[in-house]
């Protein structure tokens, strides 16, 4: 975690994180640091008390804060050392622990919330502080990785003053129906067809899969008549996730199928948006059959989308492959191997910043998690899935996620809540049509 042991004192140790190299996140490596410590030294523990029958544990305390770091050196031996009352709260912390824990002050815990889980031990007197001290203890690492992942366990602040993008949004339907009606009046069709591409895609991020099915014939119709196979590909593609979004799975699974077909030859080469809408729609087939209950026919489809997606080598494309893969294995009911299918889907939207795309394995991973029983991993998760999509204006599936989420907390326990969230989901499926 590059922090730096700074003294060695009998059988403690003092080290320092953010200095003498910096770090933003100090805090969170800090205590990830101190719980692998922990987790090491527990092992150990296990082996020595087995065959010695002799126990160890250690203790560990986290403060943060200001310090005045020095260094001191001469041709043999150099010191660095940090020095202040931030390093003299850290040791009260580690006296005041108990073997086998680690215990951070508010200081600490302020910059790493979220990213660990902690159990409040209340306000401690400190010998040689006038005031109490708020402790906290370090249970275990959190599932979040990201700022916008903490700020999302601690409650995304609702977006205000947006009046003038929401206007310029509504600026831009306006002027795609006023090119609609250009188009219409000219009879040119092939700005036309450009004009329901857009259409479709607006209204189906927007949740409207109904008019997103109408653009999509309309653009379909044309591609048809001008044989433009490129737009071909984009109708039959929005068609078919559309129609699956409406419940039309026989309708879509025909759509999309066709499409595959379509895109096949194209597939093998290194390309980019061929190999992209192949993978897409191989995978939505993939979902189609799951809920169809076809899944050795799913599982053919994944199997095509990832061998695609991995020999194009691009990351969204190996990233839907690889999630709508695991949506296959979680409808199986095989957890096991949707978990790694999914967290590798989502640890790809963050470190490639595919955020239009993370709400689904965000959800996906949740649900998978909260039905193997790991309450604590997955409710960040499933509340990450819809609080993102309602950040970013994605409606499409809002309705879905919102429902992972309702059976998140019916497998917690909270029944109450559950409802009312699965009554949400049913508002928002009947809204979103």
């Not at 601690?154 to 188009?183: C, I």
């Amino acid at each position: 975690y590059e922090g730096t042991v700074n003294q060695v004192m009998g059988d403690g140790i003092m080290a320092l994180f953010g200095a003498p190299v910096a770090h933003e996140d100090h805090a969170v490596r800090a205590c990830h640091a101190a719980l692998r410590m922990q987790e090491t030294v527990g092992r150990y523990a296990d082996e020595l008390r087995r065959s010695q029958g002799i126990d160890v544990q250690i203790r560990v305390g986290l403060n943060s804060g200001e310090v005045v770091v020095r260094a001191i050196d001469s041709d043999l031996h150099m010191d660095y050392s940090a020095i202040g009352q931030t390093t003299h709260l850290a040791a009260r912390m580690e006296q005041l622990a108990r073997p086998g824990t680690a215990l951070m002050t508010k200081n600490t815990l302020r910059l790493a919330e979220g990213y660990v889980e902690v159990r409040p031990l209340g306000p401690v007197p400190v010998k040689g502080l006038a005031d109490t001290v708020e402790v906290f203890e370090i249970v275990r690492a959190g599932v979040v990785r990201s700022r916008l992942q903490a700020a999302a366990v601690r409650g995304l602040t609702p977006f205000v003053g947006r009046d003038g993008e929401l206007g310029r949004l509504r600026e831009v339907l306006q002027l795609s129906k006023e090119a609609e009606e250009f188009g219409a009046e000219l009879g040119d069709e092939s700005r036309l067809a450009r004009v329901y591409s857009y259409l479709v895609n607006y209204h189906y991020l927007n949740g409207q899969p109904d008019l997103a099915i109408d653009y999509g014939e309309r653009c379909l119709r044309i591609a048809d008549a001008t044989q433009d196979l490129a737009l071909q590909a984009l109708a039959r593609g929005y068609l078919g996730l559309s129609c699956h979004a409406q419940g039309q799975y026989r309708r879509a699974e025909l759509i999309l199928r066709q499409n595959v077909e379509a895109l096949a030859p194209a597939r093998g080469t290194a390309a980019d948006q061929s190999a992209i809408s192949f993978v897409t729609s191989s995978g939505w087939l993939a979902f189609t059959l799951a809920e169809l209950g076809d899944f050795h026919g799913a599982d053919a489809c994944v199997d095509q989308a990832l061998r695609v997606a991995d020999g194009a080598g691009h990351v969204y494309g190996q990233t839907i492959a690889r999630t709508l893969a695991g949506l296959v294995w979680l409808r199986r009911g095989h957890l096991d191997r949707a978990l790694g299918l999914l967290q590798s889907s989502l640890d790809a939207c963050r470190e490639k910043h595919l955020d239009v795309w993370r709400p689904l394995p965000s959800s996906l991973l949740g649900l998978t998690l909260a039905l193997s029983g790991r309450l604590d991993e997955a409710m960040p998760l499933l509340r990450d899935g819809v609080h993102l999509s309602e950040v970013l204006g994605v409606n499409a599936y809002l309705a879905l996620w919102t429902l992972h989420w309702a059976e998140g907390l019916m497998v917690a326990g909270e029944d109450e809540r559950a409802r009312e969230m699965a009554r949400h989901a049913l508002d928002l499926a009947g809204s979103h049509k």
